[in-house]
């Protein structure tokens, strides 16, 4: 109820004498399908879609509305009012509501951001509030490498001769439980981690690079009663270095990232940054990342997409000796006109855990899409589109993972995404 309070206020705030002037964002996704071994999920079958794919991959009903205004612009000095709301749902139709718990509502962001009030950087901004900090996305495998959001403090842009630093103190935070033997959990409140963010973006090697590079430092903030169940998580560091290339023909980015602690986890699960605090002792743990994207045009008509992500941990957890992980996502496109589209996405991933003992647990899948999507341009990432399509998933590794008696399925429906 408090949190409708606070919507309806915000929404009627904006929507006032200035309502001309909110800026009105968003993303959305949703669908309808089925699986060819019947039933399935809404929309059939999801199966690792961050290291397979989303494409015909993602069955739930997802939304995030933006709403924003300039507050005050006065002598060279703005302040922006920016938030965020998530609506998601399980696929209930009409009974969907959050008093049935299968329909979730929720602040996503909600900061200040004022620009201008220092005269030596008057194209800084200094931010306050909850926020979406500076995300790095791979959007075909719908992951956020580097990831650092939440609550915090900051100030970016402030421009040297080349290029531009930011920097933010943002906490975030997670719940903190333990087990006892007969599985039962006590759980001690939600675990403080602030993280110090400093990046430097900008700078370019040669013509059409260009870099940017980041420093994140996790710090655990326990309080008195979490402390003696954190005396393994150290603080944690996160280099991240990227060099982008654009061509006639399209561009190319390699991001390489080392990671120690509690964050070595990010290089095996596809995380942007956040502190692993289930796995155990992390006080030895290691990690590094290695992704390769990019876009190739061939003519007018085609388009060919990839992700490449490899990543290796070390000692990030008990009785882990390490683990590996290697994924690739292929999405060529042939573009019909300005308003079709026809897409085949390939998917491949592999991942192996190391255990002390020597025991090897291994998981992989492969996944082939097929779809046709009625669209509204010619870009890659022209949206919204409505897409109809069909895919097979084979588990490579497992024999009963889709309705507990077969290693594959095939899954079928249509499915909008928008962003705005």
């Known amino acids: 109820m408090k949190?409708?309070?606070?919507?309806?206020?915000?929404?009627?705030?904006?929507?006032?004498?200035?309502?001309?002037?909110?800026?009105?964002?968003?993303?959305?996704?949703?669908?309808?399908?089925?699986?060819?071994?019947?039933?399935?999920?809404?929309?059939?079958?999801?199966?690792n879609k961050t290291t397979l794919g989303r494409l015909g991959n993602e069955f739930d009903t997802y939304s995030e509305i933006g709403l924003g205004q300039e507050l005050f612009n006065k002598d060279g000095r703005s302040?922006?009012?920016?938030?965020?709301?998530?609506?998601?749902?399980?696929?209930?139709?009409?009974?969907?509501?959050?008093?049935?718990?299968?329909?979730?509502?929720?602040?996503?962001?909600?900061?200040?951001q004022a620009k201008g009030y220092i005269s030596a950087l008057p194209d800084a901004v200094v931010w306050a509030g909850k926020r979406f900090y500076q995300r790095h996305d791979l959007h075909i495998i719908d992951t956020k490498y580097w990831n650092i959001s939440g609550y915090g403090v900051g100030i970016e842009n402030m421009k040297l001769k080349t290029g531009a630093i930011s920097a933010a103190v943002?906490?975030?935070?997670?719940?903190?439980?333990?087990?006892?033997?007969?599985?039962?959990?006590?759980?001690?409140?939600?675990?403080?981690?602030?993280?110090?963010?400093?990046?430097y973006a900008g700078y370019s090697p040669w013509q059409g690079a260009w870099t940017e590079f980041g420093i994140d430092y996790a710090m655990v903030n326990p309080t008195d009663e979490q402390e003696p169940l954190t005396e393994n998580f150290?603080?944690?560091?996160?280099?991240?270095?990227?060099?982008?290339q654009s061509f006639a023909i399209g561009w190319n980015k390699t991001?390489?990232?080392?990671?120690?602690?509690?964050?070595?986890?990010?290089?095996?699960?596809?995380?942007?940054?956040?502190?692993?605090?289930?796995?155990?002792?992390?006080?030895?743990?290691?990690?590094?990342?290695?992704?390769?994207?990019?876009?190739?045009?061939?003519?007018?008509?085609?388009?060919?997409?990839?992700?490449?992500?490899?990543?290796?941990?070390?000692?990030?957890?008990?009785?882990?000796?390490?683990?590996?992980?290697?994924?690739?996502?292929?999405?060529?496109?042939?573009?019909?006109?300005?308003?079709n589209k026809t897409m085949l996405e390939l998917g491949y991933f592999n991942q192996e855990k190391t255990w002390d003992s020597g025991f090897v647990d291994k998981s992989g899948g492969t996944k082939v899409t097929f779809a046709h999507a009625l669209a509204t341009g010619e870009s890659f990432y022209a949206r919204p589109e409505i897409r109809f399509f069909v895919t097979y998933i084979k588990d490579n590794e497992q024999d009963n993972t889709f309705n507990g008696n077969s290693n594959d399925t095939i899954n079928y429906g249509v499915q909008v995404e928008a962003w705005w």
Do not use: C
């Not at 919507?7 to 699986?35: E, H, K, N, P, W």
């Not at 302040?79 to 049935?100: A, K, V």
């Not at 280099?239 to 982008?244: C, G, I, K, Q, V």
């Not at 060919?304 to 292929?330: C, I, K, M, P, Q």
């Open 234 to 244: 150290k603080n944690g560091l996160m280099l991240t270095a990227e060099l982008s």
């Open 79 to 112: 302040m922006y009012f920016e938030s965020m709301f998530e609506m998601s749902s399980d696929g209930n139709l009409e009974s969907e509501s959050t008093s049935r718990d299968n329909a979730n509502f929720g602040i996503k962001q909600l900061n200040i």
């Open 255 to 339: 991001a390489l990232q080392y990671m120690d602690k509690g964050l070595a986890q990010n290089a095996i699960s596809q995380g942007g940054g956040w502190y692993d605090i289930w796995s155990g002792d992390v006080s030895d743990a290691k990690g590094f990342r290695l992704i390769n994207t990019g876009e190739v045009k061939g003519g007018e008509h085609f388009v060919f997409h990839h992700v490449l992500t490899y990543g290796r941990a070390e000692d990030h957890g008990d009785w882990l000796d390490n683990e590996e992980l290697f994924s690739f996502v292929a999405r060529p496109t042939y573009i019909w006109s300005e308003f």
């Open 3 to 47: 949190k409708t309070i606070l919507s309806v206020a915000i929404l009627g705030s904006l929507l006032s004498a200035q309502a001309f002037a909110v800026d009105f964002t968003g993303y959305v996704r949703s669908g309808l399908g089925a699986s060819a071994d019947g039933g399935g999920t809404q929309s059939g079958d999801e199966f």
């Open 170 to 199: 943002i906490r975030a935070d997670s719940p903190l439980s333990v087990w006892d033997d007969q599985g039962n959990e006590t759980n001690f409140g939600d675990l403080n981690t602030y993280y110090l963010d400093l990046r």
